[in-house]
């Protein structure tokens, strides 16, 4: 499992650096912590194509900036899903490997509603993620995500890490199963 | 009106490169385009603000890079929509201005579609720049998009400029009606 985890200020991360440690306990799990490997958005292409062509499942993992991914993982996208690698014309290098979106959103689910602050279900602002997997012939897993990180205590924290170890578990296994059943 | 331009490859780009003429020729119009002022994705967050602050009208212009903008555009999101000036307690710089999405496709209406290889109609993917705009309290104009923007004669082309000029007109006219009767 590779995990493209995008964190901006790891210091103040919580949430997602709990989810990191979760994720990073797997069985021949790979992290790849983009602030920390590109603070200058230098991205070495070819060293993440290797990394993809590696792994079977892909985890991208983030806080949630703006209704999508902070801007080195978007720049990630941008460079590594590369035409004729990852889509388009010889683009099948990631046909048949599973995608899973983990993020925290910050705000409770409350604010993901007509009547909160972030208006509409989350739901809503995944299609973007989910179409850039499937787009490079991924399979998409249920995205993991935990709301109202900004004031999460730490037993509610321990909860949604327990929960993300089960999902894991699916996760590996669905996509394994669907992946030699083409 | 400020446009705010993202285009990795200006030498490259057609249709963006069109729009922009257009939307430059408008009355007041300022132009920053981003990776030309930043292609080290360092940001100089008080000067887009300054910029932000003296438009009324503010346009994302730029070709739709994986359902979104491209990664320095979202760079700029992340770090000049900054909590405290353009959102939260105290941060109400934008409230009222109005905000376009100008952009282009690449691939034609019927892609965007559940038989097209986009699988969505485009208004699905709006959804996180819609609320983006929305969340820091600025108006929000429907966007123009190009479609078909890969394989466009110049005739048509033409045809998008006029529209687009037809529509800033709108943009303004509507935007600055709402904004002396909140």
Redesign the interface.
């Known amino acids: 499992m590779l995990i493209i985890h995008a964190h901006?200020r790891p210091s103040q991360s919580r949430v997602v650096k709990d989810l990191l440690s979760v994720l990073h306990t797997r069985p021949g799990a790979e992290v790849r912590s983009l602030y920390q490997l590109y603070p200058?958005?230098d991205i070495d292409v070819e060293a993440e194509q290797q990394a993809l062509q590696r792994a079977q499942h892909i985890v991208w993992l983030a806080p949630v900036?703006?209704?999508?991914v902070?801007?080195?993982m978007?720049?990630w996208?941008?460079?590594v899903?590369a035409h004729g690698w990852a889509y388009g014309h010889g683009g099948e290098a990631l046909k048949g490997k599973a995608c899973w979106w983990v993020a925290s959103a910050g705000a409770p689910l409350s604010a993901y509603t007509p009547e909160g602050?972030?208006?509409?279900p989350f739901a809503?602002?995944m299609?973007?993620l989910e179409?850039?997997a499937?787009?490079c012939g991924m399979q998409w897993f249920k995205p993991f995500v935990v709301h109202g990180g900004h004031s999460t205590a730490p037993e509610v924290l321990s909860g949604w890490c327990a929960s993300l170890k089960t999902q894991c578990e699916a996760f590996e296994a669905l996509s394994a199963q669907e992946g030699t059943a083409p």
Not at 65 to 68: G, L, R, V
């Open positions: 901006p200058d958005f900036y703006w209704y999508s902070p801007a080195l978007k720049h996208f941008d460079q899903l602050m972030h208006k509409r809503d602002y299609a973007p179409n850039t499937r787009f």
